[in-house]
């Protein structure tokens, strides 16, 4: 009879023990807005900053952040498709795009975190360093404009290309001279090798290069733009930037579709955040927020040794 009970007793414990153990897994699985798991789609005219933040972020958390570059227009259809549940883009959404979030009962979070901007450049072995928004739209018309031998872009869906028409009023066209890539780094190493070939990138990736590529980057150049019916060229520095100088700025913004508290409002909470805030400020990039500064102050006043 002891033994029975002992054994149920054992068989008890032992079930309780397996039950505790699943639910400890269970919560160590459960994403929070701190830890877990989460993939986030990132436009990739603007992969290095976010790569940064993400690298500082996992090390203070327990999180683990899934990076994925994809053109604008493939990541906007993501997150309509419900495919994606957290991006990081270079534009807000549109009010089509809100609307259309609405009919489906879902409310986008969406937090600004920086400034960047859509730079041209060209190789170095050039002097020229200025280049003027009317002589872009008339090379893309098919006019010859002197120092262009051809324009050269990330991708036809890209940012980039979407901003240049926007700001431009011309529809990029797919012709003789004008190239399309697939990447930033393509676009960078295809000027830094063919003199006359004008980039257009994401300026991040001059910035903050990865190790491999900054001896390519060495080999361009930042262009100063002048914008359509202006007389100044300005050139895309984080002053001009902060300013809304420079004609081809464009604020970066994180959008969250998750419905709930996890690492899309944790990561966007630190981007926008103190510490998100002071990376953004030394990649170059302008804050959306200034940090703030500690400022000590002495109680004395020492007097000059004169």
């Excluded at 893309?140 to 926007?166: A, Q, Y």
């Excluded at 991040?204 to 019916?229: G, H, R, Y």
């Excluded at 060229?233 to 969250?256: E, H, M, T, V």
């Excluded at 981007?271 to 030394?282: A, C, T």
């Amino acid at each position: 009879m002891m033994n029975k009970l002992a054994k149920t007793i054992v068989g008890f414990l032992l079930l309780t023990l397996l039950f505790v153990f699943a639910c400890q897994k269970k919560n160590d699985n459960e994403e929070t807005i701190i830890k877990g798991k989460a993939t986030l789609y990132v436009d990739e005219s603007i992969f290095p900053i976010v790569e940064d933040q993400q690298a500082v972020f996992e090390t203070e958390y327990d999180a683990k952040l899934k990076l994925i570059t994809k053109s604008e227009a493939e990541i906007i259809n993501g997150l309509l498709n419900d495919t994606v549940k957290i991006a990081v883009l270079p534009r807000k959404l549109s009010n089509a795009e809100l609307k259309a979030f609405n009919s489906k009962k879902i409310n986008p979070k969406i937090t600004p975190f920086a400034t960047d901007a859509v730079v041209f450049i060209r190789n170095k072995s050039s002097n020229d360093t200025l280049i003027a928004m009317q002589d872009v739209i008339s090379f893309m018309n098919g006019n010859t404009v002197e120092g262009i031998k051809g324009l050269v872009f990330d991708n036809p869906n890209s940012s980039t290309v979407r901003l240049l028409s926007e700001v431009s009023g011309v529809k990029i066209p797919t012709q003789k001279n004008i190239y399309s890539f697939k990447t930033n780094a393509e676009v960078i190493k295809y000027v830094a090798e063919n003199n006359g070939m004008i980039g257009v990138v994401g300026i991040d990736w001059l910035f903050q290069p990865p190790l491999e590529m900054q001896a390519i980057v060495d080999k361009t150049t930042i262009l100063s733009v002048k914008a359509i019916n202006k007389n100044e060229y300005i050139f895309p520095s984080q002053d001009n930037l902060a300013q809304g100088k420079y004609p081809l700025a464009r604020d970066l913004y994180i959008i969250n579709c998750q419905g709930y508290s996890g690492l899309g409002m944790g990561f966007a909470s630190f981007l926008s955040g103190e510490r998100g805030q002071r990376i953004v400020l030394k990649s170059g990039l302008v804050p959306i927020r200034y940090p703030s500064r500690k400022i000590k102050v002495r109680n004395t006043i020492s007097k000059d040794k004169n």
